[in-house]
């Protein structure tokens, strides 16, 4: 017996390990390239000034320029953090200003596409 349990406890492998969510925010590009299993890499990115937008039907990069609002966590709002869902504001090139809710993980993908809303 091992102090009551039936079968002893597995020890730690390399493979259950996991990592500090990246917490994406408004400024110049960052990103980290990390290896991932199987020899893959991930783009994370740590913070951007643009955005891919869908505007319309047509792609624009436009830049952020403020977080309206990330319903995962209103700590993240106070913060500006951005994540898949969350709400930012951004200039088209024409110079309007439109809201987006962001479509991509920033944090895995290390892009930031969003919609307009």
Not at 12 to 34: F, H, L, P, S, W
Not at 65 to 78: G, H, Q, Y
Not at 95 to 100: I, L, S
Request: aromatic share 4%; with cysteine.
């Amino acid at each position: 017996m091992y102090h009551g349990r039936i079968t002893k406890a597995s020890k730690k492998r390399k493979y259950n390990i996991g990592r500090e969510a990246v917490e994406t925010t408004i400024g110049e590009e960052k990103k980290k390239k990390v290896r991932t299993k199987g020899g893959g890499n991930k783009l994370k990115l740590i913070s951007s000034k643009y955005a891919n937008v869908v505007l319309e039907g047509k792609n624009l990069r436009c830049e952020i320029l403020s977080l309206v609002e990330n319903p995962a966590n209103k700590e993240f709002t106070r913060r500006k953090i951005i994540t898949k869902g969350a709400i930012i504001s951004v200039k088209t090139p024409d110079g309007k200003e439109v809201n987006a809710r962001v479509t991509s993980r920033p944090g895995q993908a290390g892009v930031i596409n969003a919609v307009s809303v």
